[in-house]
T-cell receptor, first 112, second 110 residues
Framework: EAQVTQNPRYLITVTGKKLTVTCSQNMNHEYMSWYRQDPGLGLRQIYY???????DKGDVPEGYKVSRKEKRNFPLILESPSPNQTSLYFCASSPRPYNEQFFGPGTRLTVL | KQEVTQIPAALSVPEGENLVLNCSFT??????LQWFRQDPGKGLTSLLLIQSSQREQTSGRLNASLDKSSGRSTLYIAASQPGDSATYLC?????????FGAGTTVTVRA
């Protein structure tokens, strides 16, 4: 089944404890991206990747890192999480940037 | 910076009524516009993708129109059903970035 998977789906952590949210797609898509969704603000793009080893900032990249060492994986790294990063995170992929976007199920992160 | 607005924020209709959801955007230099559906606690499901050169796109009971010059798109859902209750999001593509509206939450009353 063609899909975008994220792990973990739910995470509660404490301020300053490094964490990684994984994203993987099995559709051989070149374009992948991360978003956060907050009440009243909608989805905002954090980072995107055009292909392996090619990443760029979205609208809200502060406090996040990404890497794209393999085509299928695009992990989101929070090196020192803070409470303002409590949010619902989505990973998405598409064959090219201008194609239909396919979203993962989301990761609900709480930083205490 | 692209700004995407969806009005109304919430909508409640009786079953069988047609739904009209609006999306407006400030920068008309878009590549495409995509409508999504989001159920509570779930991810986003793509409904329709309209390329900038298209005026409309249809899928079953769904029809989306695009007026790029005026910065507007409308999603029509015919003969609404309780299963259509969800939040509907529009997203606009400029360059390599996708900008979302805050969504319209729809409740269809049986």
């Amino acid at each position: 089944e063609a899909q975008v998977t994220q792990n973990p789906r739910y995470l509660i952590t404490v301020t300053g404890k490094k964490l990684t949210v994984t994203c993987s797609q099995n559709m051989n898509h070149e374009y992948m991206s991360w978003y956060r969704q907050d009440p009243g603000l909608g989805l905002r793009q954090i980072y995107y990747s055009m292909n392996v080893e090619v990443t760029d900032k979205g609208d809200v990249p502060e406090g996040y890192k990404v890497s794209r060492k393999e085509k299928r994986n695009f992990p989101l790294i929070l090196e020192s999480p803070s409470p303002n990063q409590t949010s619902l995170y989505f990973c998405a992929s598409s064959p090219r940037p201008y194609n239909e976007q396919f979203f993962g199920p989301g990761t609900r992160l709480t930083v205490l | 910076k692209q700004e995407v607005t969806q009005i109304p924020a919430a909508l409640s209709v009786p079953e069988g009524e047609n739904l009209v959801l609006n999306c407006s955007f400030t920068d008309s230099a878009i590549y495409n516009l995509q409508w999504f559906r989001q159920d509570p606690g779930k991810g986003l499901t793509s409904l329709l993708l309209i390329q900038s050169s298209q005026r409309e796109q249809t899928s079953g009971r769904l029809n989306a129109s695009l007026d790029k010059s005026s910065g507007r798109s409308t999603l029509y859902i015919a003969a609404s059903q309780p299963g259509d209750s969800a939040t509907y999001l529009c997203a606009v593509r400029n360059d390599y970035k996708l900008s979302f509206g805050a969504g319209t939450t729809v409740t269809v009353r049986a």
